[in-house]
């Protein structure tokens, strides 16, 4: 197995090779939270590089709460119309364009709302940013479900090829997953059986909206990396669950906006505790020795669910090894597209990711390291990275070419757009909780 090879997924489609360009959160939609011209030209670039699959980043269900300023909000058929015009660019050269469909939850910036839900009134502690959560009704829970089934309903209409349900990095199914955040004592926390209810629910009320035929894929941490929080173990057994329902592919990825091991951060190496995994650790991008403990567990249940893994591949060689070992069928990149928007060929030609593609390294010298021991510095470097990456993926969008800017001013950048999509976002928010 190579990374030409195509797959065919249990639902009956075929993805034309293994690489896959996973989410990236563009923060391109206009003030009515509706996709762009923008999004069409950048998902065109990359569906002409390359890749069998594309991975929108998240699309919210919930116009009152989104992850960023910024966000395509699918709530009903208003935007419709740009919807398509971003699936036609997404499909160019036979290639897959699947919707990640999210909800933050408690990951909803202040710049959004100032009460936003969570399974319980937990809050996130990430440099003040986010708002102390209200705990989720018996009826907010059913309407998020009824949400996800409506979102992926007119992805299909808008000629998406498949959905991603977002159930990974820390976002409002994940939290329902951690023991840590979901602290309810009724039918929706508790056991892990309970607390997978929420997940479950919305892959079964999806699948009732887009039919057999239509592919279904959800994104699970391996881990939160965090004491007390969703494990490895648990992530097995969310897979046996998973693939009973009928999930055509499971991702993994891991961490979550207080743990940042999804962008590289490993903590601070004198109080990090991860799971018992492999000893060796990573050996090829972040998570490839959890997702191989993943399948091999399906395996040993006599269930087969295609798997694909995401996070940290830098060269086509690691990318190539993990096909080699089977048990993962596809391989999941994201920022180095943002930098190299025909990576899919590059790869398939026998090249390898170029070496700078990606944002300049501000760990090399010794203060760097000392300080890479306070959480706010790695969330700070972390962040400059990924705006590095961002302002590229919206220059691209806009038909520019990337201009090749520091990990600090991008950061000053990045904010500014959340800041002005926030402010032009059209008044007013029905039912918003501010």
Known sequence: MNLSHTLSLPCGARLKNRIVKTATSEGLADRHDHATPGHRRLYEIWAR????????????VDRRYLERPGNVVV?????????RAWAAGGTTAQTHLWMQMSHPGRQCPKLVSKEPL??????????????????????????????????????????FTGVQINAAHGYLISQFLSPEVNRRE??????????ARLLLAIVARVRERVGADFP????????????????????CQCALWLAAAGVDLL?????????????????????????????????AGYFTDYALAIGQALRDAGRAMPLMVT????SREAMERVLALGGIQLVGLARPFCATPDLGHRLLRGEDIPADARAASCTGNALSRW?????????????????????????????????NRSPAWSLIGHMWADMAHAMRRKPPLPGIAN
């Not at 994104?219 to 490895?232: C, E, P």
């Not at 996070?311 to 830098?314: I, M, N, P, S, T």
């Open 49 to 60: 590089g390359g890749a069998g699959l594309l991975i929108t980043g998240n699309v919210m």
């Open 75 to 83: 709530e009903d058929a208003t935007g419709l119309q740009a919807l």
């Open 118 to 159: 969570a399974p319980s009134a937990v809050q996130l502690d990430l440099l003040g940013n986010y708002a102390r959560p209200r705990a989720m009704s018996e009826a907010e829970i059913d309407d998020v479900i009824a949400r996800f089934g409506q979102c992926a309903n007119l992805a299909r209409q808008a000629g």
């Open 186 to 195: 009724d039918r929706w926390g508790g056991s892990l059986a309970h607390r």
């Open 216 to 235: 279904i894929s959800v994104k699970l941490n391996a881990a939160d990396f965090q004491r007390g929080g969703f494990s490895l173990e648990d992530s």
């Open 251 to 283: 991702e993994i990825s891991g961490g979550s906006f207080e743990h940042l091991r999804l962008l590289g951060d490993r903590g601070d190496p004198a109080t990090a505790e991860d799971p018992a995994v492999a000893a060796s650790a990573v050996k």
């Open 311 to 314: 996070g940290g591949f830098r």
């Open 371 to 403: 300080l890479t021991r306070f959480k706010t510095w790695r969330v700070l470097r972390v962040q400059g990275d990924v705006a590095w990456h961002a302002r590229r993926l919206a220059q691209l969008a806009q038909g520019y070419n990337p201009e």
